[in-house]
């Protein structure tokens, strides 16, 4: 089979946006980086030299394996194919932030965004739109920024753009859920397999670990977690510390001072250019490794469909930093692996069903689209309850009320650089409501029918810790950060699930019903809802489906 690659120059088009020196340079991590991330996963890395990144898919190849989307289902998926011997072609829309700005940074700081920040907006949208009160949003040039702020008629659904997808903005926190929760996170996956070989393979190619917690409990970047431990005990719930990605001993220089600083500097939101261990330090430079994995940023996939020799004809854009098209590609793949995250996997394949490309697809797509229950809100403490001006971007703990309230509480920072009195929380909660993908002829684009009402169960669910913790501490709801006078982020998510769930659109491993060699790999196979933060479970059931598609369909 011919493998046909472009390498050297990219295919963009001049950029618009006031940036330095964005030039699709070889996806190149660098010796170190890539030496430890081929450890992480388990297997020896040569050099640098030997990554094949920068080479990028020719218009009219013909290739084995395509996939859509380079967050965690894409990464996990071009690595184990590649190790099993398949050449793999990854298709990216977002950048592959490689290459600093006039700052110096790749990535701009989460109190200050630039044109790096937003996916395609001319105004940013914070998750959290006000401070005091006041509006905090302000113009940007339109660029291929790595935040996407997608908005839908009920609900903004946050994910990552760029070369890692969605473990570019992550907070990190690499949640297992508790065994008792599975079944009713995936009902048709055998736990024993999961929490046996599938979960400790996903957190050992994530690079999960703990924080130091004698470190935790005296470094003034984490009072404000040790605040929300105490109200959180005084009240009587647990409080459970959380696993990360980052890398703690990075964190620790960074307080000494002998390193830039990073998490304990502001950057999460907008991208981290310190310790995070996103999939560009991890499962993709591993993956690159092997020598058989292109990857091709600003490349945007548009339409899929049976090709008459066999496999599927593949239809692609390249697209400039202001999101303009400046070309079309068309490949055959003999296989492809939609991995473009819940939302993105969803509005393709409802698309591609509903227009006539893929028409067996079958009528559980675009079903059963959940928001993770997730919902925000902060507390006001009394003056001689600081959470410090200097607060760590990188959560490590939680509250944890699930089975009596159906709540999980993130205890998260709000890294403002000045001393807020605040206390502030992304709660997941059991929230059943459920939204559908449909294809809008008029438009040519896809909705969503999520309602903002439906988040009611979730606020409920949330006020299940706070509602007692304040009547505990003596406290309130903060009301100046999503508005004036409003207490819940009732309008938002950061983790869309579902879309294709497992065992109804899919079979039950990832393979799309009505058509041989289509496979789902990502968020959209789970159904709304994970109990915890979402990445670990999204990274172990792609490495436990692709295992069995190795066996079966390579
Ligand atoms: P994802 O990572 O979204 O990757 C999909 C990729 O496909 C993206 O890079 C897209 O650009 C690309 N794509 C989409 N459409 C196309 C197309 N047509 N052609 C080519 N490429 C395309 O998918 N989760 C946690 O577990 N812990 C956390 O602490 C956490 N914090 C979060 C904080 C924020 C602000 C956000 C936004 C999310 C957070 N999440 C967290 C959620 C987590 O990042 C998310 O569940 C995963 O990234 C989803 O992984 P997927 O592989 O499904």
Redesign the pocket.
Known sequence: MSENVESGTTPVAAEAAPQSGFSRRRFVLGTGAAIGAATLIGRTATSAAALPGGTVIGDGARVQALI???????SVTALRLAQAGVNVHV????MSWDTPGSDGKIFANTTSPDYRSYWLRTRTKAPLSNFLGFPIDKDVPKYTGILDAEEFSGITV?????VG???L???????TPKRENFGAILPSVNPDEMYNTYYPRANAGLGVTNVDQRWWESTQYYQFARVGRKHAQRSGFPFVFVPNVYDWDYMKAEEAGTVPKSALAAEI?YGNNGGKKSLAKTYLPAALATGRVTISPQ???TNVAPASGGGYTVSMETIDTSGNVTGVKTVVADKVFF????V?TSK?LVKFRDTGSLPNLNGEVGTGWGDNGNVMCGRANHMWDPTGAKQSSIPTAGIDNWAAGGAFAEVAPLPTGIETYASFYLSITKNPNRAQFSYNAATGKVDLNWQTAWKQPAIDMAKSIFDRINSTEGTIYRTDLFGTYKIWGDHLT??PLGGAILNKATDNYGRLKGYNGLYVM??SLIPGNTSV????T?TALAERNIDNIITYDV
């Open positions: 859509v989307g380079s967050g965690y289902g894409g298709i990216e829309q977002g946050y994910q990552g753009r760029g997808g969605g473990s903005v992550n907070g990190g926190m690499a949640v939101l490349h945007r996939v991995a473009a995250g819940s993105g393709l950061y983790h990502d968020g933060n979402p990445f670990v999204i």
